[in-house]
């Protein structure tokens, strides 16, 4: 008998002898699952959030390992009971990893006595060996816990919800477990809890990658709630459906109709499957663009940045990688990147400025700019261009850059950048020119600008970054439809034509109701600043609001000083900033007329 026929026969008597116990078996390891991740996520959040001792973290160290165990011996058990094996483990790739994480570890720990540990512990700096297991055990169940809840947040895409609902409701919960876990002891340098409005406001100002604070990151929080804030501007950035959708694709389950319409409405895409094409290619370059930033920035801290471990070194540069592409704008340094040390690191600065103009161009400009397939599509065929959406975001980009450097130069050369030469005073404008379309960081003090610098920053935060991009405003395609309406118009054109291709009316309304919902919000948010906190400059409460709508985070250093209502027009505001316009275009295009009437034209006297 052959050996493939013979394994065949024994794998069908296996099957045959456990088929009358699979649903059983299957539906209690469904109940041990959730049993375990309560106990994991219970053990972590202690761990994670709380002052422990040395007794403790025995305990918990001992319970960790069960989990563990009992994690692995599930896997075997599902895979046995499968009985498509190899379809099952090219279906859970994700969870075959992790299980040979722990397998390695369980032989670390038996047969060489925990050299591994030990020698991430020696690399990284850790005080002692328990540091260094913690974390490591810590990064495990992340790993699982976070699986499980992308498994789980694939439901919210279910909801018999509109898209741009769903959108909101995955902001809110993640602002709410920010805020959760903000709020735990260990987050902290101080003793107890966070306050709930300053952990509140902390979490929405990371989520929608704004970057306004009201205490200092880098002085207020432990590494582990600078952790917590990289990781809500993280999924905040690039939201908490791409991330799900994304992962979903590993499981079984893959993407539903459902979801690939909110990717299309979230991406800018033109239709289901480039959506669904496009968005492992987004996050494959998201990864490599924040990969080569985090390098980049790594190598080009200023001599006067001082470090206290290679891990030290190694999280301030993946944080503000990650914050600059986001857009977050977030920092720990306590002057932003005007610190000492970090001020002078001007080829940081560019650094920074690249990967924050990156982020802030758009998913889609990038797919069609950076990835392989086009590349490779444009080469071969010279004659093939951009897409008409992509030459909108780059070409206004270019020209609000150029523009906005010049502009604050020459109003600044004598001020703010008046300590700097030339070179360094260009870079610097274009430092701030680039950050203040919704990035946030700071080369120079923005409470020391002139007036007139003040309301050019406010003009590009309120234009914004590109479509479909983690930036807040109006964006730049509204600004351009906009302004070519306006020449259109007094040209006496009756129709709008970019690139040899007609935009129908139907986007031009949907940019003047964008354009309209913006300025309304920022209008009344800044009336009712002006009588919660009337103690402070009306330029600075606008220049606040507009910089909180724009998910901009820029602030003359008003953040901290603003009343408890304050506090709150400011949440709203960068809530809205980062969702409404979105959920306000969506909710339009949604609305289509099935009139197949119209009435006589009317005749009003306009301007």
Not at 216 to 235: N, R, S
Not at 324 to 344: I, R
Not at 558 to 581: C, D, E, K, W
């Amino acid at each position: 008998m052959k050996l493939s026929k013979f394994r065949n026969l024994l794998i069908e008597k296996l099957n045959n002898a456990i088929y009358g116990s699979r649903n059983a078996v299957l539906n209690t390891i469904s109940s041990l699952k959730a049993f375990i991740w309560l106990t994991a996520s219970v053990l972590l959040l202690y761990v994670f959030g709380f002052e422990t001792r040395d007794e403790d973290l025995k305990q918990v160290f001992l319970g960790l390992d069960i989990v563990l165990i009992i994690y692995f011996l599930t896997f075997l058990v599902r895979l046995l009971y499968s009985f498509r094996r190899r379809e099952f483990l090219r279906t859970h790739i994700l969870e075959l990893v992790l299980v040979s994480i722990i397998f390695i570890n369980v032989l670390s720990n038996n047969f060489f006595d925990n050299w591994l540990i030990e020698v991430f512990a020696e690399q990284f700096d850790f005080k002692n060996y328990e540091d260094a297991y913690l974390s490591v055990i810590t990064f495990y169940f992340l790993v699982l816990i976070s699986y499980e809840s992308i498994k789980a947040a694939t439901i919210l895409s279910k909801l018999k919800a509109k898209p741009a609902r769903t959108f909101i409701y995955s902001f809110i919960l993640l602002i709410l477990f920010g805020t959760g876990l903000l709020m735990l002891p260990a987050m902290t340098v101080q003793q107890g809890s966070m306050p709930f409005m300053d952990a509140l406001f902390t979490s929405v100002s990371a989520s929608c990658v704004t970057g306004l604070i009201v205490v200092d990151t880098a002085t207020y929080f432990t590494t582990k709630g600078q952790f917590v804030i990289m990781i809500l501007f993280q999924l905040g950035g690039l939201g908490i459906i791409s991330f799900a959708s994304f992962f979903a694709t590993f499981l079984r389950s893959g993407v539903g109709i459902k979801q690939q319409l909110m990717l299309r409405d979230f991406l800018i895409s033109e239709s289901l499957f480039s959506a669904k094409g496009m968005l492992r290619q987004i996050v494959g370059i998201t990864v490599v663009i924040e990969s080569i930033s985090f390098i980049l920035i790594f190598f080009t801290w200023g001599a006067g940045v001082e470090f206290d471990s290679l891990g030290q070194r190694i999280f301030y540069s993946a944080f503000h990688a990650v914050s600059a592409f986001c857009n977050a704008g977030f920092s720990l340094f306590t002057n932003g990147l005007a610190d000492t040390g970090v001020g002078s690191s001007y080829v940081l600065h560019i650094i920074v400025a690249l990967t924050l103009i990156m982020g802030g161009l758009g998913f889609s400009s990038i797919q069609d700019l950076f990835a392989v397939k086009n590349l490779r599509d444009r080469f071969k065929n010279p004659w093939k261009d951009w897409a008409l959406s992509t030459k909108i975001a780059v070409y206004t980009s270019i020209v609000l850059l150029a523009g906005g450097t010049l502009i604050i130069y020459i109003l600044e050369s004598d001020a703010a950048l008046g300590d700097k030469n030339f070179m360094e005073g260009m870079i610097a404008s274009f430092f701030q020119s680039a950050t203040a379309r919704t990035a946030g960081f700071n080369t120079i003090d923005i409470g020391a600008l002139k007036t007139p610098t003040l309301i050019l920053t406010m003009i590009l935060m309120f234009i914004g970054a590109s479509s479909g991009s983690v930036g807040g405003g109006i964006k730049t395609s509204t600004f351009y439809l906009l302004i070519t309406s306006v020449f259109a118009t007094l040209r006496g054109r009756l129709k709008i034509e970019i690139g040899k291709k007609f935009i129908p009316k139907e986007l031009l309304f949907k940019a003047l109701s964008i354009f309209f919902f913006a300025a309304l919000l920022n209008l009344i948010a800044v009336f009712m600043l002006t009588i919660t906190d009337s103690q402070i400059p009306f330029v600075d409460l606008l220049f606040e609001e507009v910089s909180a709508f724009g998910t901009v985070g820029l602030s003359t250093g008003i953040t901290a000083n603003l009343s408890l209502a304050g506090r709150v027009i400011i949440i709203l505001s960068m809530f809205i900033g980062r969702v409404g316009t979105l959920t306000f275009a969506l909710a339009l295009s949604s609305r289509t007329s099935g009139k197949g009437y119209k009435y006589p034209k009317a005749h009003l006297m306009v301007g």
